[in-house]
């Protein structure tokens, strides 16, 4: 057993909370520290999640407006380690993951195979494609010990179509389609908004190869649609938009977007059909265009994804073809597609978030559920109405830290798990809990035996 400064000794045991000496030593000397459990239920006493009280000066709320990022901050979700660039704690760590394990289900299903390719982009793909010479200021650039030149990547489309170029050769070998979930880096002038606008991201790309255009129109068609069904899987408003493709390339390309107060776009739309347009493409009405039979509405909205159909923008200058049926060379047409990861927990952040704290969509939230009891209930009991809920594949943790009911409760909310559960007086009378869920302004008493049936029914609202 290891020594320590003062010949004081760490104890061993599931449960290290306090510390010994050789000798016998004055309690007001014995040091302690926070009880950690290895009983393999989901614990806040050994989850770190650093919460702050509000600050004097606190710009969480604004004219009117709840700015999400700051409470981010305050909810321990993440730290800011330079201007555009932040680290995830653990809470928000459980976002990204819940966000990323969704994203795969949707991938797997358009039958893509996932990669992870390299933070580091040779300056001569990029060259090749003619995509570096005028966004110097874009790039985070370096050399090695040889002097040759890099990027960090702020996207992958030269390195995706020179890997497959290298390995695919014929029309036998299309469809194709790789994506990946990963970090990639762009030297804002203006890092702001938090996640929303950084130097640093994660980002989903999906890269789709097809031998014609008409293939690559039906495989962009079934991105959209996936696109979709990720996108109602969170269960939250959103609004898809004709958009620029601007330097990516390619003449179509779809925006998806929540609908913001805060956000930097402008969506046109139609208020009787399903005419949507970013403002960056809008133009009268011409002959070939008839005009929308309804009113035209603008929405601000802060985009979270972006799929563009690239046709040979890549594969021509990068010579990636492939034998075709008629046995001729043929550019392979392409597609990329894109989601913010972590532009997605920004804007969800402050979409959902109220004066009392965040708020989160049930398949992404850090916890479903947390479980609070007052002092008088019994540890078993409350260990019992975990293992009934967590047995129903609800995702919950329990606030055991030693600290006020009053102060967890507001903890919570500052979180904003969607539901939280408090066994208080009623347990002992009645075996009854409070049920809260403030997103839907719930809060309301419910028999121990129901608890699981009446979070499935709820979360079909969140």
């Known amino acids: ?160 179509t020179k890997i497959v170029a290298d390995a695919v050769h014929s029309y036998k070998d299309l469809p194709l389609r790789l994506y990946q979930i990963t970090r990639k880096y762009r030297d804002e002038a203006r890092p702001r908004q938090g996640l929303l606008r950084g130097r640093e991201f994660v980002m989903k790309d999906l890269y789709t190869f097809d031998t014609t255009e008409s293939q690559a129109r039906e495989t962009y068609e079934a991105v959209r649609q996936a696109y979709v069904a990720f996108l109602t899987d969170l269960r939250l408003p959103y609004l898809v938009a004709n958009a620029d493709s601007g330097n990516m390339g390619g003449k179509l390309s779809h925006e998806y977007h929540f609908a913001s107060d805060r956000g930097e776009d402008i969506i046109i739309g139609c208020d009787t059909c399903d005419y949507s347009v970013n403002e960056e493409l809008f133009i009268a009405p011409l002959d070939k265009a008839p005009a929308p039979p309804g009113k035209l509405r603008l929405q601000q909205a802060t985009e979270i994804g972006h799929t563009f159909h690239l046709g040979t923008r890549y594969s021509h200058p990068m010579q990636l073809q492939v034998l075709d049926a008629n046995n001729k060379q043929v550019s392979v047409s392409m597609g990329c597609h894109g989601i913010g990861v972590s532009r997605l ?81 009623a347990w002992a009378d009645k075996q009854a809990l409070e049920l809260q869920c403030r997103r839907i302004g719930i809060k309301e008493e419910v028999r121990a035996a129901d608890v699981v049936s009446r979070i499935a029914e709820l979360s079909q609202k969140l």
């Open 345 to 425: 927990i920004g804007a969800i952040a402050t979409l959902l978030a109220d004066e009392e704290g965040l708020g989160w969509p049930m398949a992404i939230a850090p916890f479903e559920a947390v479980l609070i009891s007052t002092p008088s209930v019994d540890k078993a009991d409350v260990e019992s109405l975990y293992d009934q809920v967590h047995n129903a594949a609800i995702d919950m943790t329990i606030d055991d830290r030693d600290r006020a009911i009053g102060w967890k409760l507001n903890d919570a909310d500052l979180v904003g798990y969607p539901f939280v559960v408090v066994i208080g007086r």
């Open 1 to 160: 057993m290891p020594f320590f400064r003062n010949g004081l000794r760490r104890s061993v045991g599931a449960c290290s909370s306090a510390w010994t000496s050789p000798s016998p030593i004055p309690a007001s000397l014995k040091w302690t520290r926070r009880c950690i459990h290895f009983d393999g239920r989901n614990r806040l006493s050994n989850f770190w999640s650093p919460t702050q009280r509000k600050p004097k000066g606190d710009r969480s709320h604004q004219n009117g407006e709840i700015d999400g990022h700051e409470l981010l901050l305050r909810a321990g979700f993440l730290r800011q380690s330079a201007s555009g660039i932040f680290h995830l704690l653990p809470l928000g760590l459980r976002v990204q993951d819940k966000i990323e394990k969704l994203i795969d289900k949707h991938m797997t299903r358009l039958g893509a195979s996932k990669t992870s390719l390299s933070s580091l982009s040779s300056e001569d793909l990029w060259r090749q494609s003619g995509r570096l010479d005028g966004r110097d200021s874009e790039f985070f650039r370096l050399q090695d010990r040889k002097e040759a030149r890099f990027l960090l990547s702020p996207t992958h489309e030269e390195e995706i």
